[in-house]
Nanobody, 124 residues
Framework: QVQLVESGGGLVQAGGSLRLSCAAS????????MGWFRQAPGKERDFVAA????????YYADSVKGRFTISRNNAKNTVYLQMNSLKPEDPAVYYC?????????????????WGQGTQLTVSS
């Protein structure tokens, strides 16, 4: 059974940085793409970033492009989201996810497995 466990959320000042991690288990991590999504209260779950199985291809939402970086370490079964220049509109619960595909996808219903989420709060 695939399990995803996010960590690294917390409170950070606007303009600051934070790195989220997502540890995966239950199948061959290196064979599948990974994604990050976020959901603010009262809003839909939005795509943030995705990375292909090898890490050679990444894709970002326009709202985070140039500020966030997704990466993965297949030896550690972990995907990361480095978040820089955080803005007041970035706070949300951040989820990592994966599915049965190896290349990047941006729609949440393509993803079969989800973590429990980690909260990001940004103070102004």
């Amino acid at each position: 059974q695939v399990q995803l466990v996010e960590s690294g959320g917390g409170l950070v000042q606007a303009g600051g940085s934070l790195r989220l991690s997502c540890a995966a288990s239950g199948r061959t991590f290196s064979s599948y793409a990974m994604g990050w999504f976020r959901q603010a209260p009262g809003k839909e779950r939005d795509f943030v970033a995705a990375i292909s199985w090898s890490g050679g291809s990444t894709y970002y939402a326009d709202s985070v492009k140039g500020r966030f970086t997704i990466s993965r370490n297949n030896a550690k079964n972990t995907v990361y989201l480095q978040m820089n220049s955080l803005k007041p509109e970035d706070p949300a619960v951040y989820y990592c996810a994966t599915g049965s595909f190896s290349n990047t996808r941006t729609t949440y219903y393509d993803y079969d497995y989800w973590g429990q989420g980690t909260q990001l709060t940004v103070s102004s």
